[in-house]
């Protein structure tokens, strides 16, 4: 592509050079043979024309005769010069070409005139008898005043054409010459240029493909090698930069992609010019549908386009906080964006931070909701603690009967205390653990019955009938023995608790598959379904007066529901009212 261009211009410009030359050339040569030629003629008219004048002087003619005649044709033959002989009247006495008694007066010729005040008239003029260009050159012999004669002499440029063409021809065919070693040059010189620049060229268009390896290769050491050195050393400049950006790139995006927040850049046009998956999840988009798309049509949210607007506007950080809906629970999150400022201060766009704070806000709810009901529990009993003694210090004379029974139920209360107190410490214990227990593989018959056992004296109290039925064969259960005994001791309570007198309560345990299902009934007052997903919740209760007369803390489901869990296991109410309830546990066996 480039050889045809590079040639073309190498060789017209040679050409047009050469043309000039030439025809300056071929002008100055015409100039001066044309020059030299007349000189060199007027010369020897001059001084023959001289000659003849001394010899005629001695005796001037006055008039024709035929011996004057003869004489000056045979002078004119020898000398190669036409003479003509005229009075000083103008009459032409004798010529050597012609014959004088046909040519006219010659007195107002130009040479003639022009002789008359300098030593020689001359004039050149095109002959109408010859054909030709003749140079004439007269001299007069006598006074201005009273001339005796005229002699003339005159010759033809002769061959001066012929020489000219020979000499046009000679220039012309050294300018083809000239032009043939033009073609040549301009074809070596461009194969010499355009190669490597056509190597450079196709090194170019390789890099421009993402080739960011491809080198130039330099074969000459003038300036076109600098060239390819130069490109070369840019080529390779570029590979390091893009190497450089495509990594940064990568860790940016590997980081990007690692980040729990959600981050999303536009660019000064408002378009999304970066979105990481965090971000796609919490706004519940995909990623391509965003991509390069004005962020008012990629985005739905109203309160991500505020801020970040916001932040283009005043240039200055803006956070807020939004609740997206998100199936059953909303997502709250809080949004930080900045402005982008690119290096030199102008403004690049702006990026949003997408920080999910759904489960800090609901854990910092549970804490406020948990300081709130855990010193509401707390307060009851320390109030009642603090009424009753402050009732027998105030009354001395108080029955000893009375005072022991004011001060059996500060006991009961100090004991609800100490429960309230260790169950929250349970809990927070499992909370904040938030590990497995150490398990380990045990009959868990063994466990259920003694559990069974510890709570026949509360059955007898409470007058509920409890049984058990257990399978024959060992049930090998992988758990924490002391784990699986408050998990089971705790909704054996609640259910004698809970159930009027004469009630029946039944724990059954059978291998299911690879799993162990235990089972504690009750035929109490039930539990109506749309409470079956706050019972485990903690201080929740669903007969608060019921809870607090059998001593309940309102912790102990959420204590089951937390050890479980933390076994690997999972527990599930089957409830209604006036239709007894089934708490079932099912665990991992070993
Ligand atoms: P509490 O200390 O009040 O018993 P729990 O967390 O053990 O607290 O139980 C939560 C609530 O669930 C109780 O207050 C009670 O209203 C209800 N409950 C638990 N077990 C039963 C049951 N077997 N029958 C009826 N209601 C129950």
Redesign the pocket.
Known sequence: MIRPRIFLKIFLSTVVLIAVTGLAATWLATRTVRDSVETETRERLRAQVDILCTLLATSPPTERNDVLQARIHALGARTSMRITLIRGDGRVLADSHRDPATMDDHAERAEIRASRDSPFGESSRQSQTLGQRMIYVARMVGSETAPKFFVRGSQPLLNLDTRLADLRVTVLGAVGFAMLLGLLGALFVARRVSAPLRAVSEAAAAIAEGDFARRAPVTTNDEIGDVGHSFNAMAARLEEEVTTIRRDQRELRSILRGMVEGVLAIDTEERVVLMNEAACEILDIAEEDAAKRPIGEAIRVPAVLATLAAAVKKQKEQTSKVRLPRGAIDRIVKLHASPLLGDDGAARGAVIVLEDVTERERVESMRRDFIANASHELKTPIASVRGMVETILDDEAMDLEVRERFLGRVLKQTHRLGDIVQEMLALSRLETQGARLATEAFDARVALREVVEDAAPLAGEHAVKLSSSLPDEACPVLAEPEALRRIVG??I???I???SQGSQVEVHARAQGEELVIE?S?D????PTE?HDR??E?F?????G???E???????????KHLVQALDGRIELE?APGQ??T?RVTLPMA
Do not use: C, H, M, Q
């Open positions: 705790n909704l309570d609640n259910a608790n809970y159930s504690v009750d109490g007052p039930g539990i409470k019972i485990f903690r929740y209760r669903v007969d608060e019921r809870s607090r059998v001593g309940g803390t309102g912790l102990g489901l959420a204590i089951v409830s007894g309830s708490f």
